[in-house]
């Protein structure tokens, strides 16, 4: 079955970096695009970067370009989240997710999420 | 940016009745609307795509309607489970993909 796996996450002081890491399986995973969605506490759901199937382009969110870099690594089956000039904002669950095929825009398995916290 | 508004914020129910969501767009997105669960300390879990199409997995009580800008998702039975925030999210025209920002269902 699908399984995705974040690790990464800790407390980082403002403007420091943190690189987050997804481990997946079950699923061919050149095959499918992947996602980042956050989630502050308490609060709602924010779609923060994707990368295609092949790796060959991404998109971000504005409040994350910039700062933040999507990448995958084919041969170990991983996908990444370097964050960089982190905000006390950017705290939040970080979410991996399996997109539902190369480029469809919905997410149809999560990981259980790693907790990212800015601050001094 | 395409804004998905959820209404109502908070819906209070019980077990066996009936729960019907709202998500409106900004602009027409025509069927490409999904909605997602969240119970407390899990990730969200796909329940509807493409407006009405259920998930893998997903019970028949769950049924989903809607084009355009106006979109429905309705729950026929609410189960001891079913409670727990709902979202919906749009692909029509991204990036960005954008999220409402949810419907708590509460006992």
């Known amino acids: 079955q699908v399984q995705l796996e974040e690790s990464g996450g800790g407390v980082v002081q403002p403007g420091g970096s943190l690189r987050l890491s997804c481990a997946a399986s079950g699923f061919t995973f050149r095959n499918f695009g992947m996602h980042w969605v956050r989630q502050a506490p308490g609060k709602g759901l924010e779609w923060v970067a994707f990368v295609w199937n092949d790796g060959s382009n991404e998109y971000y969110a504005d409040s994350v370009k910039g700062r933040f870099t999507i990448s995958r690594d084919m041969s170990q089956n991983y996908l990444y989240l370097q964050m960089n000039s982190l905000r006390p904002e950017d705290t939040a669950v970080y979410y991996c997710?399996?997109?539902?095929?190369?480029?469809?825009?919905?997410?149809?398995?999560w990981g259980q999420g790693t907790l990212v916290t800015v601050s001094s | 940016e395409i804004v998905l508004t959820q209404s109502p914020a908070t819906l209070s129910l019980s077990p066996g009745e009936r729960a019907t969501l709202s998500c409106r767009a900004s602009e027409n997105i025509r069927k490409y609307l999904a909605w997602y669960k969240q119970r407390p300390g899990q990730p969200p879990r796909l329940l509807i795509y493409d407006a009405s199409n259920r998930a893998i997995g997903i019970p028949a009580r769950f049924s989903g309607s809607g084009s355009g800008t106006d979109f429905t998702l309705t729950i026929s039975s609410l189960e001891p489970e079913d409670f727990a925030v709902y979202y919906c999210?749009?692909?029509?025209?991204?990036?960005?993909?954008?999220f409402g920002g949810g419907t708590k269902v509460q006992i």
């Open positions: 999210q749009q692909r029509s025209n991204w990036p960005p993909l954008t």
């Open positions: 997710a399996k997109d539902a095929s190369a480029l469809a825009g919905r997410q149809d398995y």
